[in-house]
């Protein structure tokens, strides 16, 4: 297994980065990692996602939501071709913090017979992914609070 993990703190609330983690139909103007996606954040649902990997290199994959708790837990487990050669649960948790912020922890582990083949390509490509994603998650969020204080 190889797991990797990033956080970031929003000044959002937990209501309003689920709404964005979840209204998979407009990932496409705001998410430079997951660029295309549709489904509903639902236990048993299946997703379409498109991953921009790296530039120039895009990945499609169908995975199944495990967990899908409002404000607070979504998981989803996606497979390359069959169970056990490289299977992904990622895991998207929102944690309010006393200063009113919220701390997205965003991880996801890599189970399979490929895991190690691939382990150094999902350390720089995939991680430098998630991070351009809860950058771009944080903007998206907080520009809406700054929008709805004017």
């Known amino acids: 297994m190889f797991e990797i993990q990033t956080q970031i ?3 959002a609330s937990p209501a309003r980065i689920w709404a964005i ?3 998979f139909a407009h990932f496409c103007e705001w998410n430079p990692f997951i660029v295309a996606a549709a489904g509903i954040a639902r236990p ?10 790296k530039p120039g290199r895009m ?3 169908r995975p199944k939501v495990l967990h899908a708790r409002a404000s607070d837990k979504l998981v989803w487990r996606g497979r390359l071709l069959m169970p056990g050669l490289f299977d ?4 998207f948790t929102l944690s309010p913090l006393e200063d009113g912020s919220v701390r997205l922890s965003h991880s996801e582990q890599f189970r399979g017979l490929l895991v190690p083949l691939l382990r ?11 991070e351009r994603m809860n950058q771009a998650l944080r903007e998206r969020a907080e520009r809406h609070n700054r929008q709805a204080h004017r």
């Open 120 to 130: 150094r390509g999902l350390e720089r490509d995939t991680r430098a992914g998630f």
């Open 88 to 91: 992904g649960e990622h895991c």
């Open 59 to 61: 990945m499609r994959f």
């Open 9 to 11: 703190d929003i000044q």
């Open 44 to 53: 048993g649902q299946i997703l379409s996602l498109t991953l921009a990997v």
């Open 21 to 23: 983690l979840t209204d």
